[in-house]
C-alpha cells in the first residue's frame, strides 16, 4: 500500500564481500539489521539486491504492485447539542470501515460501529475524538475529527392564561442550553418567555435558541373556556301576594 513500508532482514553471510539493495518507486534505509522500504506511489516498485562474493556479481530484483490507501472523509460537524448524534463519511465502494473513540472508554456507544455513517450516544457533555478506519484489500487509513457536546436546550411545560376577552398567554421557562436566549429570533431577558395575546383557539409555535445555536420548539393550542356572569338568585321561596 502506498505510503505503507516493508522490512527484509538484512544480508548476514560471511561469503558475501558486499551487498547493496536499491529500489524505484520507494526509499530503502538499511539499519538494524533490515532493510525498510517506503512505497512511494501506487504502481509497480522495484527492489533489487546486489551480492558481491569472491566468486561473481549477482543482482535479483522483485516487482511490487503498490496499491492505493483508502482515504477517508468525515462530513464535519463540530458541535452537537444532543447526546445522540449522527457522524457520517464519505463512502468507497467495496471497502469496510470501523469507527473508535480513543481514550473515552465506556462514554461512548454506537448503533452500527462497522457502518460509515452510525448513530452515537455520549454520557455527558464535553469534547470527543473519533477516528473512522477504512479497509481496501489489505490497505488502510484512517482520519479524525472532534466534535463537542453541549447541553440540550429545554423548556418547562407552557403555561396558559386567559383572560376575559377571549385572548390566552403563553408563558415557559428555559431550563437548560447556554444564555442569553432567543424565541422567533428576538432576545429576551432572563429565561422566561411570555407570549403575546393568542386568540382563543389559535395554533401558537415558538422558536427558541441558546447562544451555542441549539435550538427547540414550543408548541401547541388552546381553547378559553367560556366564561358569563349572570348575578345571583335568591335560593328560599319568595312569596307574592296577588291584590
Given at each position: ?93 467495496g ?9 473515552s ?27 473512522l ?14 466534535v463537542t ?11 396558559i ?64 373556556p ?18
Amino acid at each position: 500500500c502506498v505510503n505503507s513500508g516493508l522490512g527484509i532482514p538484512d544480508i548476514n553471510d560471511p561469503d558475501i564481500i558486499d551487498w547493496e539493495w536499491t529500489a524505484t518507486n520507494a526509499d530503502v534505509i538499511v539499519q538494524n539489521g533490515f532493510a525498510n522500504f517506503t512505497w512511494q506511489s501506487v504502481g509497480i516498485a522495484e527492489i533489487c539486491l546486489e551480492v558481491t562474493t569472491t566468486c561473481s556479481v549477482e543482482q535479483m530484483c522483485y516487482d511490487i504492485d503498490i496499491l492505493p490507501a483508502p482515504e477517508p472523509f468525515i462530513e464535519e460537524t463540530f458541535e452537537f447539542c444532543s447526546l445522540t448524534f449522527t457522524l457520517e463519511a464519505i463512502p468507497s465502494f467495496g471497502n469496510s470501515w470501523l469507527w473508535i473513540s480513543p481514550n473515552s472508554g465506556n462514554t461512548v456507544s454506537y448503533t452500527d460501529q462497522i457502518n460509515f455513517t452510525t448513530e452515537v450516544t455520549v454520557t455527558a457533555p464535553g469534547i470527543y475524538t473519533f477516528i473512522l478506519q477504512e479497509y481496501s484489500n489489505s490497505c488502510s487509513g484512517f482520519v479524525e475529527t472532534t466534535v463537542t457536546v453541549v447541553d440540550g436546550l429545554s423548556t418547562s411545560d407552557p403555561s396558559i392564561l386567559c383572560d376575559d376577552e377571549g385572548n390566552y398567554i403563553v408563558s415557559f421557562d428555559i431550563l437548560t442550553g447556554s444564555a442569553p436566549y432567543a424565541v422567533d429570533g428576538i432576545l429576551i431577558s432572563g429565561n422566561t418567555y411570555f407570549s403575546p395575546n393568542i386568540a382563543s383557539g389559535d395554533f401558537y409555535s415558538f422558536l427558541v435558541e441558546d447562544s451555542e445555536g441549539c435550538t427547540t420548539v414550543v408548541e401547541g393550542s388552546f381553547i378559553c373556556p367560556c366564561i358569563t356572569d349572570a348575578g345571583t338568585m335568591e335560593f328560599n321561596p319568595i312569596t307574592l301576594c296577588i291584590s
